[in-house]
């Protein structure tokens, strides 16, 4: 990423030249990888894409070369879209961008509830602005900072993930500078920096917070463009506090926790879209699919269960059990 770039666009085909296979790991499907055991990208799960010919239909998976490049910026954010493209995705995706002062709000509401004080990383304005507290975070009893960096949050259907990080303002593309942002995980990476020393330790901090900070998302392009937000913050802050980049090996190892903690699924049915089928002589239908008891059905399913990754004890997780308590657990690969 070339340095004083500006820009809420963050198809910047420099970085991934600069970091040979980068791009390939922020690509990968965990969940498609494990059941089909070979590796599998995250799929475009949207047919947007189609006229522009093979390779883009909806259960085709997103490579490199179908977006860096000569077809670098094919993929953009939503505030980039033109006008019928968002109505379009609105329509059939439910895809709306949310203003950064709302989620600066709600993230406002979430801290308030943990920290039992209100306004402590900023205050809101009348204007839809904020202004930003310097004070050192203070936490209650009972609470540290590497409790607070520690503490899991989920994003649901993270679209580009603004609750998370806010590199831009989802409504507008406007770029959001390091020190005013607001996103649940840039709080993390504050509140590191204001407990450490030096560049390790609030590298190691950094690598906590994100290990505890998870969404996931139906369409591919704006998974991707979440992946990469999450991928940027780090590469962001690290300059913003220390003057210099992150190790590669550092870099390599936030793309890697990213590309499991943000996983493609679809959020009703707890699989891979579109990855349910018919089946046996009748072409009868998925089970879950075709039952009405939306609970239940969510472990009915035929399709590829998604997962993700309990970095404390290194599990890797079937979501849908999470709300039934079932123990479906996968070895790490």
Known sequence: MPKNKISADIYDTAIWKQYPGLLDTLLVDHSMSMHNGSPCNIIWATDDYEALGKGYGFHDQILPGLISGECSG???????????????????????????????????????????????????????????????????????????????????????????????????????PVGHRVGLLDRKLRVAKENTTSAQEWSDAAVMAYKSTFGYEWQGDSLLIARQSMLYTFIEYHRHYFKCDPADELIFEIADIVSWNLWQMDGLRGVVPGSCHTHGRGKQRCKGCASKDLPQAMHDHNGVYALFKDWADGKIIEYHTLSAGIDEQHPDK
């Not at 600066?104 to 930003?132: H, M, S, Y």
């Not at 900072?145 to 590199?167: F, H, K, M, Q």
């Open 74 to 176: 094919i993929i953009r954010p939503h505030a980039f879209k033109g006008d019928e493209e968002k109505r379009t995705r609105m329509k059939l995706h439910g895809e709306v961008s949310t203003p950064a002062w709302v989620c600066n709000a709600q993230c406002n509401l979430v801290d308030k509830a943990k920290l039992k004080k209100d306004g402590l990383f900023n205050i809101e304005n009348p204007d839809r602005t904020w202004t930003v507290k310097r004070a050192k975070i203070k936490f209650p009893k009972g609470m540290s900072w590497l409790d607070y960096i520690n503490d899991s949050c989920l994003e649901i259907t993270c679209g580009e993930a603004p609750y998370l990080v806010s590199r831009y303002d989802a409504s507008t593309g406007k770029f959001i």
